[in-house]
Every structure is written in structure tokens, then in C-alpha cells.
């Protein structure tokens, strides 16, 4: 099972930016494609952004494209999630997670134990 900590969540007011980490632990970051994901209250859990290994391939979903950005430090290993002009729709749950495939159109879902504990991210005025 990945491990994994996550860092940066909080209580931000709309219009706002935060930046999550998720660092891993007990293994190597630069071999997996890591996404975000993120799940709202009384909703399903939906992916919002990845990188590939490499970092050739980002993928962000609708509603944060152009808002949002990705990016790795392989030898730190880090995965960075930036979320400039959050609003409250932005609000939830956001998960890290490993060994799943990233594409220019989307993320899968990852394996079995391969997800964050999760970190809280409200925006709220």
C-alpha cells in the first residue's frame, strides 16, 4: 500500500489561491503518474487534475482548467497541486493518489491502496 502526506488544505475566502503537496512515503514518487482527485460534500469523488511521470502529460478537468496547475519535484518527492481563483464550489475533500494513468483526457482511477488520507479544503467567505 502507497503512502503518502498531504499538506496545504485550509479555509480560504473565494477568489483566494492555496497550494497543496503531497509528498510520498516509503516509495518513489518519480515511478508513478500521480493524480488529485477531490470529492464534495453528498457527491461522488472526481478527478481534477494528473501529471505523468515524465511531466509531458497534465490533464485538468472542466471546472478547474485555467484555474489550476500541476507539477512535480521528483527528487523531493513531491507532487504540487496550485488552485488560484478557488471558489466555493472548490470545496471539499482533495486526495492524492498513485499507480493510475494520466491522460491529455482524463485520469483513471487508481489501484486498490493507492490513495491520500485526504485534506480539507473549504472556501468560504
Known amino acids: 500500500q502507497l503512502q503518502f502526506v498531504e499538506s496545504g488544505g485550509g479555509l480560504v475566502q473565494p477568489g483566494g489561491s492555496l497550494r497543496l503537496s503531497c509528498a510520498a512515503s516509503g516509495f518513489t514518487l518519480a515511478d508513478y503518474d500521480i493524480g488529485w482527485f477531490r470529492q464534495a460534500p453528498g457527491k461522488e469523488r472526481e478527478g481534477v487534475s494528473c501529471?505523468?511521470?515524465?511531466?509531458?502529460?497534465?490533464y485538468f478537468a472542466a471546472s478547474v482548467k485555467g484555474r489550476f496547475t500541476i507539477s512535480r519535484d521528483n527528487a523531493k518527492n513531491t507532487v504540487y497541486l496550485q488552485m488560484n481563483s478557488l471558489t466555493p464550489e472548490d470545496t471539499g475533500v482533495y486526495y492524492c493518489a498513485a499507480d493510475l494513468t494520466c491522460r491529455v483526457a482524463g485520469v483513471s482511477w487508481p489501484n486498490f491502496g493507492s490513495w491520500g488520507q485526504g485534506i480539507q479544503v473549504t472556501v468560504s467567505s
Open positions: 501529471v505523468s511521470r515524465s511531466s509531458r502529460t497534465t
